[in-house]
T-cell receptor, first 111, second 118 residues
């Protein structure tokens, strides 16, 4: 069974600090990885996606992928209270349109 | 770009009635849309893949006769929950891909529909 696993949290981080969110996946055929942010009662919104090993930076966000370890992470620098949300990790295979979601990590930024 | 509109955002219905949820791609054509369900404090679970002009592909354990999906045009997919019961109360979310863009692998989500069955 293809699985994406995340620590459910809650993860509490002081404002201005770096928040680190982690995700592992079991399907070695997974090629694309996505981080979505979901506020309570709202639908997910895309934060970042990554395909290649290494780091990918976009503003305060950095996604990291290590295919050998089957590990994906999201770093949020200079955390803001507005970053408080549930972060969902998702994976898909090229040629397979489906996304497999993790259970999400609830992040709270403490002012 | 890549805006997905979902309607209604909230619906309350009586047990035994049917509810239709619409998902529209506003600024692109979506040959494929996806329907998810999310229970409180749980992740998104894919219910079915909606294909324009053909039958939807349902995930294992999802009753196709209960959750009717119609994808009659390139911009509209509908999910009808038939004979709804309280256990169908959930947050239903659709998504779509913009295959014509350079980011065809990305799913854009609608705002979701919260269904409460009394």
């Amino acid at each position: 069974q293809k699985e994406v696993e995340q620590n459910s949290g809650p993860l509490s981080v002081p404002e201005g600090a770096i928040a680190s969110l982690n995700c592992t996946y079991s399907d070695r055929g997974s090629q694309s990885f996505f981080w979505y942010r979901q506020y309570s009662g709202k639908s997910p919104e895309l934060i970042m996606f990554i395909y290649s090993n290494g780091d990918k930076e976009d503003g305060r966000f950095t996604a990291q992928l290590n295919k050998a370890s089957q590990y994906v992470s999201l770093l949020i620098r200079d955390s803001q209270p507005s970053d408080s949300a549930t972060y969902l990790c998702a994976a898909s295979n090229f040629g397979n349109e489906k996304l497999t979601f993790g259970t999400g990590t609830r992040l709270t930024i403490i002012p | 770009g890549a805006v997905v509109s979902q309607h209604p955002s909230w619906v309350i219905c009586k047990s035994g009635t049917s509810v239709k949820i619409e998902c529209r791609s506003l600024d692109f054509q979506a040959t494929t849309m996806f329907w998810y369900r999310q229970f409180p404090k749980q992740s998104l679970m894919l219910m079915a893949t909606s294909n324009e002009g053909s039958k939807a592909t349902y995930e294992q354990g999802v009753e196709k006769d209960k959750f009717l999906i119609n994808h009659a045009s390139l911009t509209l997919s509908t999910l009808t929950v038939t004979s709804a019961h309280p256990e169908d109360s959930s947050f239903y979310i659709c998504s779509a891909r913009d295959w014509a863009s350079g980011a065809a692998h990305i799913q854009y989500f609608g705002a979701g529909t919260r269904l409460s069955v009394l």
